[in-house]
T-cell receptor
Framework: DTGVSQDPRHKITKRGQNVTFRCDPI?????LYWYRQTLGQGPEFLTY????????KSRLLSDRFSAERPKGSFSTLEIQRTEQGDSAMYLC??????????????????FGPGTRLTVL | DQQVKQNSPSLSVQEGRISILNCDYT??????FLWYKKYPAEGPTFLIS?????DKNEDGRFTVFLNKSAKHLSLHIVPSQPGDSAVYFC????????????FGKGTKLSVKP
């Protein structure tokens, strides 16, 4: 399977604990994204990497959240001192930058299965 | 303030008929639009996309139409199949954004045999 993979698929933790999620993108993709999805909502953007550089962060990404992509391949998302409001599906996506002549690029992002976080 | 709106939370269609899913947006700076399908306990799956310089894109049973003056896009599925039953999300890319896609809340499509 050469799609985006995420680990773990499910995580249950107690409030105040730290959790870390891993994402392995499609191998040739240089862009990696993290999103959060809560019940009844669409995915909400958290942060984006191009190779190892974190280029964009949403205001949703509080200082308790940190993301890394140390070698430009897999990425980790850590949540410190979890709160019940952090309960959500955390989605990772990847894409390959495709800029065509005339500036009309392709911007499809390919998602992994997600990590379901439950904070008790 | 929701920039991408899917005003129908659900849609039910008979197998073989056309499914039309609608999406409205408020930001004229969006330059690329995408549709994703999501089954329970899975991540969203990319379906079809359209650049703002076009008004139609077709891929097999799926066609996306873009009406920039109305800030409206729609996804047509013809013919609808029971396996199409899923939640469909509309997403848009702000011009100049490197990675941020803005999603609607989704429409749950049920295709009945």
């Amino acid at each position: 399977d050469t799609g985006v993979s995420q680990d773990p698929r499910h995580k249950i933790t107690k409030r105040g604990q730290n959790v870390t999620f891993r994402c392995d993108p499609i191998s040739e993709h240089n862009r990696l994204y993290w999103y959060r999805q809560t019940l009844g909502q669409g995915p909400e953007f958290l942060t984006y990497f191009q190779n190892e550089a974190q280029l964009e962060k949403s205001r949703l990404l509080s200082d308790r959240f940190s993301a890394e992509r140390p070698k430009g391949s897999f990425s980790t998302l850590e949540i410190q001192r979890t709160e019940q409001g952090d309960s959500a599906m955390y989605l990772c996506a990847s894409s390959l930058r495709l800029d065509t002549v005339g500036g009309s690029g392709r911007y499809e992002q390919f998602f992994g299965p997600g990590t379901r976080l439950t904070v008790l | 303030d929701q920039q991408v709106k899917q005003n129908s939370p659900s849609l039910s269609v008979q197998e073989g008929r056309i499914s039309i899913l609608n999406c409205d947006y408020t930001n004229s700076m969006f330059d690329y639009f995408l549709w994703y399908k999501k089954y329970p306990a899975e991540g969203p799956t990319f379906l079809i996309s359209i650049s703002s310089i076009k008004d139609k894109n077709e891929d097999g049973r799926f066609t996306v139409f873009l009406n920039k003056s109305a800030k409206h896009l729609s996804l047509h599925i013809v013919p609808s199949q029971p396996g199409d039953s899923a939640v469909y999300f509309c997403a848009a890319r702000p011009r100049g954004s490197q990675g941020n896609l803005i999603f609607g809340k989704g429409t749950k499509l049920s295709v009945k045999p």
